[in-house]
């Protein structure tokens, strides 16, 4: 069975510049988690999905990230503009139900802001 | 929201040498997940065990969910061990899997 797939692996780009994400959870997965993880923290929650539909966004901040699940399968998150601090690993998960399930994360997607 | 708590927050060992990492939880969970963060940054799933004791390998888990922490085992600790132990749990009233901060274990040859 295929795990979640992200890309790219690695991004650098300049503050006030955009990005974006992609991430693919493994198949049958309904719930999609963001998170971004600040080197020598834990991952931190951004947005969760549950087929296309928001769960909890509560973390994101709005007013710069931006993600969509369109066919609630593969998913996409956006930063514009970055600032420094967007500096981070930033990580999907999926898994099976919302609830009493087990989640798998992809290898990450490592963001540099200069 | 939930409190998650790990510690130590730091671990040396020598290889060969035991070692128990711990998680301490706010509130009721009905997800507890432990996972291995490997130098290259990938979350490794080692457990999922909201209640119990599961084993595999030299490692072993268990959570005691009425008193609200789970416990990581490492029995002759290898130097590919080293890496960043992360708990993740998911709070009964909610949907979010929240971690800890980690344990950062170096295992030295």
């Known amino acids: 069975e295929a795990g979640v797939a992200q890309s790219p692996r690695y991004k650098i780009i300049e503050k006030r510049q955009s990005v974006a994400f992609w991430c693919n959870p493994i198949s049958g997965h309904a719930t999609l988690y963001w998170y971004q993880q600040i080197l020598g923290q834990g991952p931190k929650l951004l947005i969760q999905?549950?087929?296309?539909?928001?769960?909890?966004d509560s973390q994101l901040p709005k007013d710069r990230f931006s993600a969509e699940r369109l066919k609630g399968v593969d998913s996409t998150l956006k930063i514009q503009p970055a600032k420094l601090e967007d500096s981070a690993v930033y990580l999907c998960a999926s898994s099976f139900f919302r609830g009493n399930t087990e989640a798998f994360f992809g290898q990450g997607t490592r963001l540099t802001v200069v | 929201g939930i409190q998650v708590e790990q510690s130590p927050p730091d671990l040396i060992l020598q290889e060969g040498a035991n070692s128990t990492l711990r998680c301490n939880f706010s509130d009721s969970v009905n997800n507890l997940q432990w996972f291995h963060q490997n130098p290259w940054g990938q979350l490794i799933n080692l457990f999922y065990i909201p209640s119990g004791t599961k084993q595999n390998g030299r490692l072993s888990a268990t959570t005691v969910a009425t008193e609200r922490y789970s416990l990581l085992y490492i029995s002759s600790s290898q130097t590919t061990d080293s890496g960043v132990y992360f708990c993740a749990v998911r709070e009964t009233s909610g949907s979010r899997l929240t971690f800890g901060e980690g344990t950062q274990l170096t295992v030295n040859p």
């Open positions: 999905f549950q087929n296309n539909g928001v769960v909890d």
